[in-house]
């Protein structure tokens, strides 16, 4: 089966497949932390529209779990609070 | 049976909640009326800019002068009464240009606005990115305005409303005003579906409504709509100090063009989102959301700040500012109509306008010489023939 990286541990997913229904599918029901108050967050609306399931792909911050097609070897990581902290002014 | 109060508000906007809040701390007894809930009109549907940057000096210049000295204290009061505030923030504009032909005008038009009050600070090419670390490198330079200031609009119309309830004021949402109660010409109540309320006077602070209002009274008001689309990013670390935005700006808002008008006022929010403003046309009260709008918004912000090509949008949404032929809002007693007394047709600035204009209504309100002259806000204006 096919799998991606997620935080440096496989993670299995079928063709098609987001990466959020991946991680799902795998047990993970969280990838990312609140700016304030550092709660865990995973799939809320699961449909592209709430953007709670951020998370980094290929180092790509904000990315929507729920809507990126899971791929081969990606590189899946936890988002810690704001996913742009290096922006910060 | 409740005695009727001295002041009838219909609206339950930024403009009503003002007039209702000052009006009560000046003692006066005090009723809001809205057909929808606080804040379901205009004021749910803009950014909050409390903004002197954008204005000539004149009247409307004067007017938010005042309420950006009001909206401070009224944020220290609201804070006191109600425990909670409406993040006010005095954060400051920063007004770019990306053409070096465009500064000339621009710096011409910091030295008017200088000489009536405003602080006005022009700032070069090379020191912009001092001021917002984010901004294109290739801008022309800009002007940076201190008092230019940001509050929550739909918080501060229900904070205000709140500290007005504590003062004995009674809020009455979802209550249409269908009628006015008349004694001879003078107008002296409401009439809505659930009965007449009497007053010693009624304030139309109805926003882009209010013309419907004052017709129901037999007045005529020209108070159209001209529809402005928001955009909102997903949340951010905070990335833009200021509010920022292209001198083309200053031309749309006084522009009588009906059109598609737009130019980015870009500005970040306590809740991490990035507002981008700020879009304008006449097209009636049509809600749908325009695409090539988004599309033409998120372009010039971009423009500005290159980081935000990369962003997500959360949302957009469209409200509809309530204008007048002249571009000056309509405050005071209407002499057609004794007893009526108008707060509206602020266009695009009514929360910013909003705490000014209910001090003088309420100035009005207590027989008490208004602060400000208001002959160039008064409603009968547009009836008048010049020779």
């Given at each position: 089966m096919s799998s991606f990286e997620f935080d440096g541990s496989p993670v299995p997913f079928a063709e098609g497949q987001t990466v959020g229904a991946a991680l799902w599918a795998h047990g993970i029901r969280s990838w990312r932390t609140t700016?304030?108050?550092?709660?865990?967050r995973g799939l809320f609306c699961g449909i592209g529209v709430c953007f709670d399931c951020l998370v980094e792909i290929e180092g790509r911050p904000d990315r929507r779990a729920c809507l990126e097609p899971a791929a081969e070897n990606l590189d899946v990581r936890t988002q810690i609070g704001a996913g742009r902290a290096d922006h910060q002014v | 049976m409740e005695s009727s109060p001295d002041v009838a508000v219909v609206g339950a906007g930024v403009v009503g909640a003002a007039v209702a809040l000052a009006a009560a701390r000046r003692g006066l007894s005090v009723v809001v009326l809205d057909r929808g809930p606080v804040a379901g009109g205009t004021t749910g549907a803009g950014e909050g800019n409390?903004?002197?940057?954008?204005?000539?000096?004149?009247?409307?210049?004067?007017?938010?002068?005042?309420?950006?000295?009001?909206?401070?204290?009224?944020?220290?009061?609201?804070?006191?009464?109600?425990?909670?505030?409406f993040e006010f923030e005095p954060k400051g504009g920063l007004v770019v240009s990306a053409d070096t032909a465009a500064l000339p005008a621009l710096h011409d038009l910091a030295a008017r606005q200088r000489a009536t009050g405003v602080d006005a600070i022009e700032v070069r090419a090379t020191d912009l990115r001092t001021h917002e670390p984010h901004l294109a490198p290739d801008l022309?330079?800009?002007?940076?305005?201190?008092?230019?200031?940001?509050?929550?609009?739909?918080?501060?119309?229900?904070?205000?409303?709140?500290?007005?309830?504590?003062?004995?004021?009674?809020?009455?949402?979802?209550?249409?005003?269908?009628?006015?109660?008349?004694?001879?010409?003078?107008?002296?109540?409401?009439?809505?579906?659930?009965?007449?309320?009497?007053?010693?006077?009624?304030?139309?602070?109805?926003?882009?409504?209010?013309?419907?209002?004052?017709?129901?009274?037999?007045?005529?008001?020209?108070?159209?709509?001209?529809?402005?689309?928001?955009?909102?990013?997903?949340?951010?670390?905070?990335?833009?100090?200021?509010?920022?935005?292209?001198?083309?700006?200053?031309?749309?808002?006084?522009?009588?063009?009906?059109?598609?008008?737009?130019?980015?006022?870009?500005?970040?929010?306590?809740?991490?989102?990035?507002?981008?403003?700020?879009?304008?046309?006449?097209?009636?009260?049509?809600?749908?959301?325009?695409?090539?709008?988004?599309?033409?918004?998120?372009?010039?912000?971009?423009?500005?700040?290159?980081?935000?090509?990369?962003?997500?949008?959360?949302?957009?949404?469209?409200?509809?500012?309530?204008?007048?032929?002249?571009h000056l809002p309509v405050v005071g007693a209407d002499p057609r109509a004794p007893g009526l007394l108008h707060a509206c047709g602020h266009e695009g600035a009514g929360v910013g306008l909003a705490t000014g204009t209910g001090h003088l209504l309420a100035q009005v309100l207590a027989g008490v010489e208004p602060d400000l002259d208001l002959r160039p806000f008064r409603p009968e204006r547009f009836a008048e023939v010049t020779v």
């Amino acid at each position: 089966m096919s799998s991606f990286e997620f935080d440096g541990s496989p993670v299995p997913f079928a063709e098609g497949q987001t990466v959020g229904a991946a991680l799902w599918a795998h047990g993970i029901r969280s990838w990312r932390t609140t700016r304030f108050a550092g709660s865990p967050r995973g799939l809320f609306c699961g449909i592209g529209v709430c953007f709670d399931c951020l998370v980094e792909i290929e180092g790509r911050p904000d990315r929507r779990a729920c809507l990126e097609p899971a791929a081969e070897n990606l590189d899946v990581r936890t988002q810690i609070g704001a996913g742009r902290a290096d922006h910060q002014v | 049976m409740e005695s009727s109060p001295d002041v009838a508000v219909v609206g339950a906007g930024v403009v009503g909640a003002a007039v209702a809040l000052a009006a009560a701390r000046r003692g006066l007894s005090v009723v809001v009326l809205d057909r929808g809930p606080v804040a379901g009109g205009t004021t749910g549907a803009g950014e909050g800019n409390l903004l002197v940057s954008d204005k000539e000096p004149g009247p409307e210049l004067d007017l938010a002068l005042l309420s950006l000295r009001l909206w401070a204290e009224v944020s220290d009061h609201v804070v006191s009464a109600t425990g909670g505030g409406f993040e006010f923030e005095p954060k400051g504009g920063l007004v770019v240009s990306a053409d070096t032909a465009a500064l000339p005008a621009l710096h011409d038009l910091a030295a008017r606005q200088r000489a009536t009050g405003v602080d006005a600070i022009e700032v070069r090419a090379t020191d912009l990115r001092t001021h917002e670390p984010h901004l294109a490198p290739d801008l022309a330079g800009g002007v940076l305005y201190p008092q230019d200031s940001q509050v929550q609009p739909m918080l501060a119309a229900a904070r205000m409303l709140q500290a007005a309830r504590r003062l004995g004021a009674r809020i009455r949402t979802r209550e249409a005003v269908t009628g006015f109660l008349r004694s001879g010409d003078r107008v002296v109540g409401v009439r809505t579906a659930s009965g007449d309320v009497a007053a010693g006077a009624v304030v139309n602070a109805a926003g882009t409504w209010s013309g419907e209002v004052a017709a129901l009274a037999g007045i005529e008001l020209p108070i159209l709509p001209r529809r402005g689309v928001i955009l909102v990013t997903q949340p951010l670390p905070p990335m833009i100090r200021h509010k920022v935005y292209a001198a083309e700006y200053v031309a749309d808002v006084a522009s009588d063009d009906a059109g598609l008008e737009s130019s980015a006022v870009v500005e970040g929010t306590r809740a991490g989102t990035v507002l981008v403003g700020a879009s304008r046309e006449r097209v009636g009260f049509r809600r749908e959301m325009p695409l090539p709008v988004v599309r033409r918004l998120a372009a010039q912000a971009v423009r500005l700040f290159p980081v935000l090509a990369d962003v997500s949008l959360l949302r957009s949404y469209a409200g509809f500012r309530p204008y007048c032929p002249d571009h000056l809002p309509v405050v005071g007693a209407d002499p057609r109509a004794p007893g009526l007394l108008h707060a509206c047709g602020h266009e695009g600035a009514g929360v910013g306008l909003a705490t000014g204009t209910g001090h003088l209504l309420a100035q009005v309100l207590a027989g008490v010489e208004p602060d400000l002259d208001l002959r160039p806000f008064r409603p009968e204006r547009f009836a008048e023939v010049t020779v």
